[in-house]
């Protein structure tokens, strides 16, 4: 098979969970269906995290976390207990795929990859994704491209506000949303000379957290409700914009259809400073937080909201669908209280209790607690102490202060049904040929190198997965 002119697409759905489109709703997706009876899929077992970012950029450049030195949504700032910076597309320093095949002389298109904001050079057209700050920024390279963008689509939007109690608004901003991407991807697909074509869609991670609850009665939250079928309904419509985008296609043209995690019912929040504070390990002046911020309740509030007493405080954490705890060392934050010298025994000290922590009934947690050395070959940027999965990531881990409890009922940031699960979707379908439905494990670090060997191109040595078998 002669792959030199072979071009790719690359389907991208956050957080599309393999029980639901391999299993639960299969009958109901024609058309993943087919690509999957007619290609190869599987799992695809995501990286540490398993969050959107470093998820998306971990897969677009075949390279760890760690390396990357992403390890979230967000990360200290020289290691201030306060000063916090969000990821950009300038805070990856490796090469991404498209950069590769752009390097051939090949044009790309890349459309909503976290973190692309802001937009950078590539061999050929970029929209940018969730991170942007608003469509009054400049969201597109080449920059007249935002005009084509908005004669197509209007005004875009890169994200939604999900967890409110407005489910209708909710539902209605996401389909909103998600019309104007296609209408984007597929005005793309029809006008432009690409030979590479990849896109996120972030409405169906949005769709999850909003509405799990309703469909899945096993949820301790699950109620009957007019909103029953909206994941589904969710996914079918997702299915039927793959549909088009197929007829809009050749047989030259290999797709993929990745998700850089899956998704499964939240059980709860578990109240990790609450617990460090209970532990000893965190000093809080007066015991509780002083005032709401960043939406909490009142009395609720970050660790950096709250007078913290941080020449005692041995220990704190970050939250979110896995914890981020970090050691307070002396001589590397500024009022450490830890020494060096007591640095390993502190650590592992703390993971052997977050791994003894038990659930609201007594019942036994299944937690993994990991040292970041322990996952990376090398650990850039500002990771965390420690890395916790509560749970196997079915307890999201809520940060906030100020709560009488250790077990929440859902997210502490609002209304939030779903967490992150270990393994997205992986499918793979070339029209030209039938690889037989072949169900394959794939881990995320093999899409990159997949592409590449697809396109008949190199895979450079600084990509840790491998080509997927066969194709």
Same mark, same amino acid.
């Given at each position: 098979?002669?792959?030199?002119?072979?071009?790719?697409?690359?389907?991208?759905?956050?957080?599309?969970?393999?029980?639901?489109?391999?299993?639960?709703?299969?009958?109901?997706?024609?058309?993943?269906?087919?690509?999957?009876?007619?290609?190869?899929?599987?799992?695809?077992?995501?990286?540490?995290?398993?969050?959107?970012?470093?998820?998306?950029?971990?897969?677009?450049?075949?390279?760890?976390?760690?390396?990357?030195?992403?390890?979230?949504?967000?990360?200290?700032?020289?290691?201030?207990?306060?000063?916090?910076?969000?990821?950009?597309?300038?805070?990856?320093?490796?090469?991404?795929?498209?950069?590769?095949?752009?390097?051939?002389?090949?044009?790309?298109?890349?459309?909503?990859?976290?973190?692309?904001?802001?937009?950078?050079?590539?061999?050929?057209?970029?929209?940018?994704?969730?991170?942007?700050?608003?469509?009054?920024?400049?969201?597109?390279?080449?920059?007249?491209?935002?005009?084509?963008?908005?004669?197509?689509?209007?005004?875009?939007?890169?994200?939604?506000?999900?967890?409110?109690?407005?489910?209708?608004? &909710?539902?209605?901003?996401?389909?909103?949303?998600?019309?104007?991407? !296609?209408? *984007?991807? %597929?005005? /793309? @697909?029809? =006008?432009?000379?690409?030979?590479?074509?990849?896109?996120?869609?972030?409405?169906?991670?949005?769709?999850?957290?909003?509405?799990?609850?309703?469909?899945?009665?096993?949820?301790?939250?699950?109620?009957?409700?007019?909103?029953?079928?909206?994941?589904?309904?969710?996914?079918?419509?997702?299915?039927?914009?793959?549909?088009?985008?197929?007829?809009?296609?050749?047989?030259?043209?290999?797709?993929?259809? &990745?998700?850089?995690?899956?998704?499964?019912?939240?059980?709860?929040? !578990?109240? *990790?400073? %609450?617990? /460090? @504070?209970? =532990?000893?390990?965190?000093?809080?002046?007066?015991?509780?937080?002083?005032?709401?911020?960043?939406?909490?309740?009142?009395?609720?509030?970050?660790?950096?909201?709250?007078?913290?007493?941080?020449?005692?405080?041995?220990?704190?954490?970050?939250?979110?669908?896995?914890?981020?705890?970090?050691?307070?060392?002396?001589?590397?934050?500024?009022?450490?209280?830890?020494?060096?010298?007591?640095?390993?025994? &502190?650590?592992?000290?703390?993971?052997?209790?977050?791994?003894?922590?038990?659930?609201?009934?007594?019942?036994?947690?299944?937690?993994?607690?990991?040292?970041?050395?322990?996952?990376?070959?090398?650990?850039?940027?500002?990771?965390?102490?420690?890395?916790?999965?509560?749970?196997?990531?079915?307890?999201?881990?809520?940060?906030?202060?100020?709560?009488?409890?250790?077990?929440?009922?859902?997210?502490?940031?609002?209304?939030?049904?779903?967490?992150?699960?270990?393994?997205?979707?992986?499918?793979?379908?070339?029209?030209?040929?039938?690889?037989?439905?072949?169900?394959?494990?794939?881990?995320?670090?093999?899409?990159?190198?997949?592409?590449?060997?697809?396109?008949?191109?190199?895979?450079?040595?600084?990509?840790?997965?491998?080509?997927?078998?066969?194709?």
């Amino acid at each position: 098979m002669e792959y030199k002119e072979r071009k790719v697409l690359v389907v991208g759905l956050d957080s599309a969970a393999p029980d639901l489109v391999f299993d639960r709703f299969k009958d109901e997706l024609p058309n993943l269906k087919l690509m999957a009876e007619e290609g190869v899929y599987g799992r695809l077992r995501s990286c540490h995290p398993p969050i959107t970012i470093p998820a998306w950029i971990t897969m677009a450049t075949g390279v760890n976390p760690g390396k990357l030195g992403l390890y979230g949504f967000r990360h200290r700032k020289n290691n201030s207990y306060t000063e916090i910076s969000l990821p950009t597309s300038r805070s990856v320093k490796e090469r991404r795929v498209w950069d590769y095949i752009g390097d051939a002389g090949r044009k790309v298109c890349v459309v909503g990859v976290p973190p692309s904001y802001p937009p950078q050079r590539v061999n050929g057209w970029m929209v940018s994704c969730m991170m942007t700050p608003s469509a009054k920024s400049q969201y597109t390279y080449p920059r007249g491209l935002r005009d084509e963008v908005e004669r197509v689509a209007g005004e875009y939007v890169f994200d939604v506000a999900f967890r409110k109690e407005d489910r209708e608004g &909710v539902l209605r901003d996401i389909y909103d949303m998600t019309e104007k991407h !296609f209408k *984007v991807v %597929e005005y /793309l @697909i029809a =006008e432009k000379p690409w030979s590479f074509f990849m896109f996120v869609e972030i409405g169906l991670d949005r769709i999850q957290h909003a509405f799990w609850r309703f469909f899945d009665e096993e949820h301790h939250l699950y109620e009957p409700s007019k909103f029953k079928n909206v994941v589904k309904d969710y996914y079918k419509y997702l299915d039927e914009k793959i549909g088009r985008i197929l007829s809009m296609i050749d047989d030259d043209t290999a797709v993929l259809v &990745v998700s850089d995690h899956g998704a499964k019912r939240m059980k709860g929040a !578990f109240c *990790v400073n %609450e617990w /460090l @504070i209970r =532990e000893g390990y965190l000093k809080v002046k007066g015991g509780k937080a002083t005032r709401g911020v960043n939406d909490c309740e009142p009395g609720v509030a970050e660790p950096e909201e709250v007078d913290v007493d941080w020449e005692h405080t041995k220990a704190w954490a970050w939250g979110g669908y896995y914890a981020r705890v970090f050691i307070n060392l002396r001589g590397r934050e500024e009022k450490g209280a830890v020494k060096p010298s007591d640095y390993d025994r &502190v650590r592992d000290e703390l993971a052997e209790k977050l791994k003894g922590i038990r659930g609201p009934r007594g019942e036994k947690w299944n937690t993994s607690v990991y040292k970041p050395e322990e996952l990376y070959p090398v650990c850039n940027g500002s990771p965390p102490d420690l890395i916790v999965y509560f749970d196997d990531l079915s307890w999201r881990s809520a940060g906030t202060i100020g709560h009488k409890t250790l077990y929440l009922a859902e997210n502490d940031r609002g209304p939030d049904d779903a967490v992150h699960d270990y393994d997205g979707v992986f499918i793979l379908y070339d029209p030209r040929r039938s690889l037989g439905g072949r169900r394959v494990a794939v881990d995320i670090l093999d899409v990159a190198p997949t592409i590449l060997k697809l396109m008949g191109l190199p895979v450079p040595a600084t990509m840790e997965g491998r080509p997927v078998e066969g194709v």
